[in-house]
C-alpha cells in the first residue's frame, strides 16, 4: 500500500502514511496560465493506493482527482482508496426547486465509480 497526497494536503498525507506505516509520495501539479493543470504521479505505484484529498473548493480538485485515478489504474494499481476529510457536495441531498441537480447523487456516483 502506498499513500499519495496532492501538495496542499502533503503534511496530512505524510501523517497518514507515518500512521500507517506506509510509504508516502506527492502527486505533482502544474497549472497552466488557462487553468488547466498537468499532474504526474510518482512512478513504481503500488498496486494499492490510497489518494488523500479534502475536497473543500472542490472543482479542480475533482478534475485533479480524476487525472489521477485513471492515470493510477493505466499504470496497473488495482485497488484505489479515497481519504477525503472533506466531501464536497454533500449538502444538496434534494432537489428543492424544479431543474435542481441532487449533486449528492452525482457526485457520490461519480466518486464511487473511481474508488473501490
Known amino acids: 500500500m502506498q499513500i499519495l497526497g496532492f501538495p496542499e494536503s502533503e503534511l496530512q498525507a505524510k501523517a ?3 500512521a500507517l506505516r506506509k510509504p508516502f509520495d506527492l502527486i505533482d501539479l502544474h497549472r497552466f496560465p488557462d487553468g488547466e493543470t498537468r499532474l504526474r504521479l510518482p512512478g513504481g505505484l503500488s498496486d494499492r493506493l490510497v489518494f ?3 475536497l473543500d473548493r472542490p472543482n479542480d480538485k475533482l478534475i ?3 487525472l489521477a485515478v485513471k492515470s493510477a489504474r493505466e499504470q496497473g494499481s488495482k485497488h ?3 481519504v477525503a476529510p472533506y466531501l464536497c457536495y454533500m449538502r444538496q441531498d434534494s432537489a428543492f426547486q ?3 441537480a441532487v ?6 456516483d461519480f466518486l464511487a465509480s473511481m474508488f473501490d
Open 80 to 82: 484505489l482508496t479515497l
Open 64 to 66: 485533479e482527482l480524476l
Open 52 to 54: 488523500y484529498r479534502s
Open 98 to 100: 424544479p431543474g435542481e
Open 103 to 108: 449533486s449528492q447523487r452525482i457526485i457520490g
Open 16 to 18: 497518514l502514511a507515518e
